[in-house]
């Protein structure tokens, strides 16, 4: 998972905005303008380049406050939707971006900002800025606070949300991807409303099983969602034995899951992470429109 001695690595090697040229803010959106000549999966990215989704910051009414999200959708239609939980930096330009690309494939998309009891977002404007700024020790209180019982209240006032938009269809179920921090927050939302979340998709998830009360490992039983767990290779290597774990715990809670180590390091699919990896990025990106065709 995102650790302080991760952030003290990236800020000695001196990451910059400039450090991560094509991979900052900037390099995200060609990036992702790229993948329209990649095939099936940048089919979103034209679309969201041809001006057929519509995309913008919205007021959420969830547990604890207004949430200052962001909402995606194709202009016209009704589409599953998907709610996107950022990682440890939070709601910024790359993951609008990302859930712009997502919209073009059909789905409605809502990314929360996961520290709105705390602080309006973006709080951080890439991950640069986040090592730069010391983000890992500003965010540490607001991050406390997010725990299963918080993020399945916000789960629930999400998806009410969601349910009275007008691009969203609300016979088809909901999916829920989150990156880093958020991986969890996946398995919790599928778990606080199972009658509405059928899939849930964690990319290098943090504590996806702990000791503690709640671990999302222990939640299978109580959601009706498929899965896909996609597991970092240097997270692996520091506990070999959870991608075991959660196979079994999905299979005995008899919830289809597609559990997977990819050959990259944690936070791969993010494009302004500095360990960003294009080509695994994609991989991971078919396997979540994969799981959304089968669940969604």
Same mark, same amino acid.
């Given at each position: 998972?995102?650790?302080?001695?991760?952030?003290?690595?990236?800020?000695?090697?001196?990451?910059?905005?400039?450090?991560?040229?094509?991979?900052?803010?900037?390099?995200?959106?060609?990036?992702?303008?790229?993948?329209?000549?990649?095939?099936?999966?940048?089919?979103?990215?034209?679309?969201?380049?041809?001006?057929?989704?519509?995309?913008?910051?919205?007021? =959420?009414? @969830?547990?604890?406050?207004? /949430?200052?999200?962001?909402?995606?959708?194709?202009?016209?239609?009704?589409?599953?939707? !998907?709610? @996107?939980?950022?990682?440890? *930096?939070? @709601?910024?330009?790359?993951?609008?971006?990302?859930?712009?690309?997502?919209?073009?494939?059909?789905?409605?998309?809502?990314?929360? /900002?996961?520290? %709105?009891?705390?602080?309006?977002?973006?709080?951080?404007?890439?991950?640069?800025? #986040?090592?730069?700024?010391?983000? #890992?020790?500003?965010?540490?209180?607001?991050?406390?606070?997010?725990? *299963?019982?918080?993020?399945?209240?916000?789960?629930?006032?999400?998806?009410?949300?969601?349910?009275?938009?007008?691009? !969203?269809?609300?016979? +088809?179920?909901?999916?829920?991807?989150? %990156?880093?921090?958020?991986?969890?927050?996946? #398995?919790?939302?599928?778990?606080?409303?199972?009658?509405? =979340?059928?899939? *849930?998709?964690?990319?290098?998830?943090?504590?996806?099983?702990?000791? /503690?009360?709640?671990?999302?490992?222990?939640?299978?039983? *109580?959601?009706?969602?498929? %899965?896909?767990?996609?597991?970092?290779?240097?997270?692996?290597?520091?506990?070999?034995?959870?991608?075991?774990? $959660?196979?079994?715990?999905?299979?005995?809670?008899?919830?289809?899951? !597609? =559990?997977? =180590?990819?050959?990259?390091?944690?936070?791969?699919?993010?494009?302004?992470?500095?360990?960003?990896?294009?080509?695994?990025?994609?991989?991971?990106?078919?396997? @979540?429109?994969? $799981?959304?065709? +089968?669940?969604?």
């Amino acid at each position: 998972m995102c650790e302080e001695a991760m952030l003290r690595r990236w800020a000695h090697e001196e990451l910059s905005r400039r450090t991560f040229g094509m991979a900052g803010v900037a390099g995200a959106a060609g990036l992702l303008a790229a993948c329209a000549a990649a095939g099936p999966a940048g089919a979103g990215a034209t679309a969201a380049a041809s001006g057929t989704v519509r995309g913008g910051r919205v007021n =959420v009414p @969830l547990a604890e406050g207004t /949430n200052d999200a962001y909402f995606t959708a194709l202009r016209t239609g009704r589409h599953p939707a !998907v709610i @996107l939980w950022p990682d440890i *930096a939070s @709601l910024r330009p790359v993951f609008t971006q990302m859930a712009d690309r997502l919209a073009g494939h059909g789905f409605a998309v809502l990314v929360l /900002n996961p520290y %709105y009891r705390d602080t309006p977002a973006p709080v951080f404007a890439d991950f640069a800025a #986040f090592v730069a700024q010391g983000g #890992f020790q500003r965010v540490g209180p607001w991050r406390s606070r997010l725990t *299963a019982e918080t993020i399945g209240a916000d789960t629930r006032a999400a998806v009410a949300w969601l349910d009275a938009q007008p691009q !969203v269809d609300t016979a +088809r179920g909901i999916g829920t991807q989150g %990156y880093c921090m958020g991986g969890p927050f996946t #398995f919790w939302s599928a778990a606080a409303i199972p009658q509405r =979340v059928r899939a *849930a998709a964690s990319f290098h998830g943090g504590g996806l099983v702990t000791d /503690n009360p709640g671990s999302p490992h222990t939640t299978f039983g *109580a959601t009706r969602a498929h %899965y896909l767990v996609a597991i970092s290779q240097d997270d692996d290597a520091k506990a070999p034995t959870h991608k075991t774990i $959660l196979s079994e715990a999905a299979a005995a809670a008899g919830r289809p899951a !597609v =559990v997977e =180590v990819y050959p990259a390091d944690h936070g791969w699919t993010v494009p302004d992470s500095p360990v960003y990896d294009r080509t695994q990025a994609e991989r991971a990106w078919e396997a @979540l429109l994969a $799981l959304y065709a +089968r669940a969604l």
